[in-house]
Every structure is written in structure tokens, then in C-alpha cells.
């Protein structure tokens, strides 16, 4: 839909009549209010009756497994008495398999008939089948698979529990059985996990019981039912192979609205899960019950919506009834009518209306007057003033223009509608170039296509405050320029931003000279700190040397504590080695200063270095620039620092590959540039790249890297390190063209 046919619309709706304005709220809020209590009430309603329903399948899941213990208890209490018979214990240890099956036969048929026992099963050490009077014939195999009975023997302790045996997964009791003190045995009593048993359960609980046996290709098949006539459940959806043992309960799922279903584990002796029962409860007695109540609530709420809507129809006909008689008096107003005298009415809110229309009447009046009055003299005021915003204004142009500051002033849709000559003088650019091009301000700058947040420019639109920010501006060579942007947003009279006036102070020198002026300082503090720390370190590690060799030389080379002795001696060689590289570090470096050229001084660097690129194939890619860089330093020290650079390079590089060597300069620096594949380099070995590092490899041009660093720093030159891509590193050094300190000064 165009804009202007939505305008038309909330327009056409804004003009409806104040009785439906009324109405309609009104009637929706009694309409929201109505369904939401009935929601409300339904939703409560429904989630007691499904917390019941909770409890009641739980119930229902707890009874489940209480019968299951109830056997368990029961058939273990069988075969211990069993177990006990004097005679039965004879028989076995004698392994009189006959004289066992006729004693108990006549027993076993009795329990099944009255007690519903469907095994009794005799074994024999070394997990033996010995006789099953359920199935006499079946007899003899080695049965090691089952828990229990290996359980029972193993530690003749009763066991009971579901396991599945020959004759299918029963609920099982396991007691060995002794004769004059050793054991011969045991005795198995089980009864079966069937329908017999679920339709006993649902004849004293009403609900429909499905036993879900799990089976080793990772599924569950289903064992019996009291279900009949309808399709199975589908168990696989909601239980997996591994399935918690908590229960899950499913209130209506789809293709069974009018029941609900709980899944839950069942498990063996050992808590492990062997099976799932599914226990269904009919539901359809709430259901009916829900839809009589829901009925009920709509048909209360649509009375109370109706009955709502004739009381506001009655309060608003009577409360509009005066304001159409002001807005007609008002009309008349309007039209120009005078004389007109309008009727007092209670000091309520529509007696304040129309004392407010009589106080609008007389100021009318009175304004009508004033205008006609400063129509007369409206001609001479502004000739007037604009003689002195001319004025105003080239003497505004005038202090501007000579001001050692960019001044400029940006409309709101970008374009740049003055800028004063500094602009010019600093960043190159012509004010034809920054006046003609809306984009220019973002672009060249705010240095992107859109300035970001907290940026000045953005800052004083969006916000409409006054703002200050630092921002680095790159003239038309692309050297940088820091400033200090003041910008200051002009209002409407809506409030709304006309156009930003700004001032930008050049800060590049200051803050050149605050970066070296850290350097330094930071520079001074490290070697003071680290003079400190060595001097102190080294007489305490003199002595334990000393000492640590007497006692070498003490000893005789056979002792076993000479060669302790030596890897002592050996350690602190080691740390006054350390020691003395630590003191190289931080002896006071002398500059004498003279005219350096880099290209030179990096040639004379490689070749000192030929033997080492030779011996690890490596090559050296030179790409140094066609007028050399020059700068003022020690030559010598610069030398050493290079050196040390390009060593550590040529033995991080692999053998074979290339080291990249590049000079260019940059204003008023010369930068040297160089790049190689450096493998396991982690982001903390670059952040520690100029720390020293002392291993049994250790090279001196490793060990040396803070003395190359130190010697930079002190040129009054950065230097940089950081990772370009995949195992790439980049060193970038950064010499100024002209010294920080005069020759002979010198630092520690």
C-alpha cells in the first residue's frame, strides 16, 4: 500500500464520530478484558485437571512396579522354602534329577494352578542348567547368561528381579541351596510378565497396561497387552534405546485426544532397563467436561460485552449532548460572528470549555488589534536588521578566514557550505572539491562511508548535542593528520538540527612528540628496573657458583652425588650467562650521530649474514626503494640492530623458503619492512616476541632482540610485529628522519 492511501486511511479514522471513539475502546477493553478471563480461567482449569491427571498416571506407574515387587517378594519367598526342604537339598547334591522331579511335580502344578508360578528351575555350579519342571526336556545347557542365577552363586545371596531366561522376561527369585554346609545349587521360582498379570492390574485400576520389551537391536517389541482391537502405540516416537528412567507422560497425543499415556522404565535386579510399560487412562469424561464449561464462560462473557455496550451507548449520548452545542457556538466564532454570548453552564469540565472559548473570543480581538499595528511597522524592522546581519556577517568571514583553524560549517543532507582557506593549507583538498561533493564530509573526514557511532558528526545530528572527538584525517597525499573536532549543532525553531558549525585544531606534532616522550620514559623505567634486578641477583649467584664447583671438586667422579654436583654447576654457568647477556642489555648505549643510509646498511646486514642464508638455503627478496631512505643515527648500533633482526628471520624461516626485505618512505619517516613464514608461532609468543628467551638452541641474535628493540626506541623509532596470515609475520620499523636528542646523549 503507497504511503499516501495509509495516510488517507488513519485520517478517514480519525475523523470518525467522538461517540465511536468512545465506543470502540470501551468495547474492546471490555472485550479483552472478558477473553482474557476466560482464558485465564480455562488455562487453570485445564492445568489442574492435567496436574491430576499427572498424579494419577503416576500412581498408576507406582502400583505397576509395586505388584512387580510383590512377585518378586513372593517368588522369592517360594524358592526359599523350597531351598530349605531337607529333601530337595539331598536329591540335588545326589543330582537325582528323577527323584527331584517326582518329589516336586505334584507341588509345581499346584502353585501354577493356584498362584500362577510359570517357572521352577533347578542349577547346578559352574552356571549349569539341572532341571526345569516346566520344561523337563529342556536341560543340561550351560546358562552363564543369566545375571541372577550367576549372581546367586557367586555370592549364595538371594536375587530377585525381571530377567529374561529360556521361557521369555519373567519376574524371577534366585536362592542357593546348601547340603551339610556347601553349596550344590540353587532353586529358580518365576512368574511371568504376561497378560494374566496386566489384566489383573486393569481389573483393580481401570486402565489399559502394555508391556514393551527391550531387545538387543536397540529397540523395544511389544511383550503383551490389554489392549485389543486398536492400533499400537507408537513407543519408538518418544522412547529411545537409552532412555532415562524418569517416566513420560503424554496428556492427549496426536492421534489419541481422548487419553493420556505414560512411558515408563522398568528394570532388573541389577537397575538396569530391560523394558517399558505403557499405561493408558481414558480421558473422555474431562474432555466433555471442559466443553460444557468453556461454553458456559463464552456464553457469560458475551452478556456482560452486550450489557457493556448499552451502558457507554447510554453515558456517551449523554455526555456529547453539550459538546456539540459549544462546537456549534465555536462555529459561529469561527465564522466571525460577534456579539455572540454563550450560555453558562456548571463549573465542570464543559463550564471550563466554554469559559475558555469566551477568554479565546476577547484574545482574538485583542491580537486582531496588535497584528494591524505591526503590519505598519514590520517594513522598517527588517530593513534594519538585515543591514546588520551583512555586517554580522563579513566580520564573521573576516576572523575565520585568518584563524590557524579548520573552521566549517555541514547542512544536514552533507553538503559542505563553508570551510575557510586552512582547510586548504593543511589537508590539500580545494574548497570546490569539499563544497561540490555531499559525501565528502563522511568519506574523506570521518575516513568511511559512514561515520560511527560517537563520532562528532553523527553525535551532534542524531542527538542534537554539542561534541568533541579526536580523529585521525588523511590529507590528499594520504598523510595523516590528527585534529580535535569541536562540532556544534544549530536548532529550528522545531528543535530540529539545520546545520553543524565546527572548529578542527591540528595536533599532529603534539602528539608525535607525547608518543616519543612515553617511549622514552617507558624506556628509562625498564632499564632502571631491570639494572636493579640484575645487580642484585648476581653476587648471591657468584656464590652458589663458587660453591657449587668446591663441592664438585670435592667430590669423587664415581660418587653418584658428583654428577648432581656438575648439573648444578652446569645450571648456574647457565644463569650468569643469562646474567651477562641481561648486563649488555642495560649498559648505557652512546649514539654518535651521522647521516645513515638504510639501503646501504641493510645490503651490509645480508652479507654479513651469507654463511648462515647459505647453510639454510634461504632467500632473500629485496624490494628496497629507488631513492634511499636517509636517516640521522648510529650507524654502527643500527648495523648491530638489523643484524639481530634479520638472523632471528633467516633461522625462523624453514629451510628452503624466502625472507622479504622491503625500505619506503612515509612523511617525514623511513620504514623498513620484513616479512617471512614463521611456523608455531601462538599469539603469546608475538606478544613476547622482544622478551628474552633462553633455551639450549638459544642463538645470540634471539637473545639479543630487546638490545635491537632498545636501539630503535632510542633512534626515536616503533617498531611492530604483528601476524598477516597463517603463519606470515610481519616486522615493521618505523626511524624518524631527524633524531629526538643530539649526539653523545645517551640512555640506559
Not at 318 to 337: H, N, S, T, W, Y
Not at 413 to 442: C, M, P
Not at 515 to 522: G, K, V
Request: some cysteine; overall charge neutral; proline content about 4%.
Amino acid at each position: 500500500m503507497k504511503p499516501t492511501s495509509l495516510s488517507a486511511i488513519l485520517y478517514r479514522i480519525q475523523g470518525i464520530s467522538l461517540k465511536w471513539k468512545l465506543l470502540i475502546p470501551f468495547l474492546s477493553f471490555s472485550f479483552l478484558g472478558t477473553v482474557i478471563l476466560v482464558y485465564i480461567g480455562l488455562s487453570s482449569q485445564l492445568k489442574l485437571i492435567k496436574n491430576e491427571e499427572k498424579k494419577e498416571c503416576l500412581f498408576l506407574y507406582k502400583q505397576f512396579l509395586t505388584e512387580i515387587d510383590h512377585k518378586k517378594i513372593r517368588a522369592l519367598s517360594l524358592a526359599t522354602v523350597i531351598a530349605g526342604n531337607p529333601e530337595v537339598q539331598r536329591l540335588l547334591a545326589e543330582r537325582d534329577q528323577n527323584g527331584l522331579a517326582k518329589l516336586l511335580s505334584p507341588i509345581f502344578r499346584q502353585l501354577k494352578t493356584k498362584y500362577g508360578i510359570l517357572h521352577l528351575h533347578f542349577h547346578i555350579p559352574s552356571a549349569k542348567s539341572f532341571l526345569r519342571l516346566h520344561l523337563p526336556k529342556a536341560r543340561g545347557e550351560i546358562i552363564s547368561y543369566r545375571a541372577t542365577v550367576m549372581e546367586a552363586m557367586k555370592t549364595g545371596e538371594t536375587v530377585a528381579g525381571l530377567e529374561r531366561g529360556m521361557a521369555g522376561l519373567g519376574i524371577r527369585g534366585v536362592v542357593p541351596i546348601y547340603h551339610g554346609g556347601v553349596l550344590v545349587g540353587s532353586v529358580e521360582v518365576g512368574y511371568p510378565l504376561g497378560r494374566h498379570f496386566l489384566e489383573d492390574l486393569k481389573r483393580n485400576w481401570g486402565a489399559d497396561f502394555t508391556v514393551f520389551e527391550k531387545i538387543p537391536q536397540k529397540t523395544y517389541k511389544k511383550l503383551s497387552t490389554t489392549l485389543k482391537g486398536r492400533t499400537e502405540f507408537p513407543l519408538r516416537k518418544y522412547v529411545s534405546q537409552d532412555q532415562a528412567k524418569n517416566p513420560i507422560i503424554l496428556i492427549s497425543p496426536p492421534g489419541y485426544r481422548d487419553k493420556t499415556v505414560l512411558l515408563g522404565a522398568v528394570t532388573n535386579y541389577a537397575d538396569k532397563v530391560v523394558a517399558q510399560v505403557e499405561i493408558e487412562d481414558d480421558r473422555k469424561d474431562i474432555l466433555e467436561r471442559l466443553s460444557k464449561t468453556q461454553t458456559l464462560m463464552f456464553a457469560v462473557g458475551a452478556g456482560g460485552i452486550l450489557i457493556s455496550f448499552i451502558l457507554v451507548w447510554v453515558v456517551s449520548i449523554a455526555f456529547l449532548r453539550p459538546i456539540k452545542e459549544i462546537v456549534k457556538e465555536a462555529q459561529e466564532i469561527a465564522d466571525g460572528k460577534t456579539g455572540i454570548t454563550l450560555e453558562q453552564r456548571p463549573a465542570d469540565e464543559m463550564g471550563e470549555l466554554t469559559r475558555s472559548l469566551t477568554r479565546m473570543t476577547d484574545a482574538l480581538n485583542e491580537r486582531q488589534a496588535q497584528i494591524e499595528n505591526y503590519a505598519r511597522t514590520l517594513e522598517i524592522r527588517i530593513k534594519e536588521r538585515t543591514a546588520d546581519l551583512v555586517a554580522s556577517e563579513e566580520k564573521y568571514r573576516t576572523l575565520v578566514e585568518h584563524a590557524p583553524l579548520i573552521v566549517y560549517r555541514v547542512l544536514n543532507d552533507g553538503i559542505t557550505e563553508f570551510i575557510n582557506h586552512r582547510f586548504t593549507e593543511i589537508l590539500g583538498y580545494s574548497i570546490e572539491e569539499a563544497v561540490r561533493d555531499k559525501q565528502f564530509w563522511r568519506e574523506k573526514i570521518c575516513g568511511q562511508d559512514e561515520c560511527q557511532v560517537g563520532d562528532a558528526a553523527i553525535t551532534s545530528w542524531d542527538l542534537a548535542v554539542e561534541s568533541r572527538v579526536e580523529r585521525v584525517v588523511r590529507d590528499r597525499d594520504g598523510n595523516p593528520h590528527t585534529f580535535i573536532d569541536h562540532a556544534i549543532p544549530q536548532r529550528d525553531h522545531q528543535g530540529h538540527v539545520k546545520w553543524i558549525d565546527g572548529i578542527m585544531m591540528d595536533i599532529t606534532r603534539l602528539k608525535e612528540l607525547q608518543e616519543r616522550a612515553l617511549q622514552t620514559e617507558e624506556v628509562r623505567t625498564l632499564g632502571e628496573i631491570s639494572a636493579r634486578f640484575a645487580h642484585e641477583m648476581r653476587n648471591p649467584l657468584v656464590s652458589a657458583g663458587g660453591f657449587a664447583r668446591r663441592l664438585r671438586d670435592s667430590l669423587p667422579e664415581a660418587d653418584p652425588h658428583h654428577k648432581l654436583a656438575n648439573i648444578i654447576v652446569e645450571d648456574v654457568s647457565r644463569l650468569e650467562g643469562i646474567l651477562r647477556i641481561i648486563f649488555k642489555m642495560i649498559e648505557p648505549i652512546t649514539l654518535s650521530m651521522s647521516e645513515v643510509d638504510l639501503n646501504k646498511l641493510l645490503m651490509a646486514a645480508v652479507a654479513e649474514l651469507d654463511d648462515k642464508i647459505r647453510q639454510r638455503r634461504v632467500e632473500i627478496v629485496e624490494s628496497l626503494a629507488a631513492s634511499p631512505p636517509k636517516i640521522q643515527g648510529d650507524e654502527e648500533l643500527l648495523n648491530r640492530a638489523f643484524e639481530n633482526l634479520l638472523k632471528e628471520a633467516i633461522l625462523s624461516v624453514p629451510e628452503g623458503e624466502r625472507v622479504f626485505l622491503s625500505t619506503s618512505k612515509e612523511a617525514d619517516l623511513a620504514v623498513v619492512v620484513i616479512s617471512h613464514r614463521a611456523e608455531g608461532l601462538s599469539e603469546e609468543d608475538l606478544t613476547q616476541f622482544f622478551f628474552p628467551r633462553f633455551t639450549a638452541k638459544s642463538e645470540s641474535a634471539i637473545l639479543n632482540l630487546p638490545l635491537s628493540k632498545i636501539i630503535i626506541h632510542r633512534h626515536g623509532g616503533k617498531i611492530d610485529l604483528h601476524r598477516k596470515t597463517g603463519d606470515v609475520i610481519v616486522l615493521t620499523i618505523e626511524l624518524p628522519a631527524e633524531p629526538p636528542n643530539q649526539p653523545g646523549e645517551s640512555v640506559v
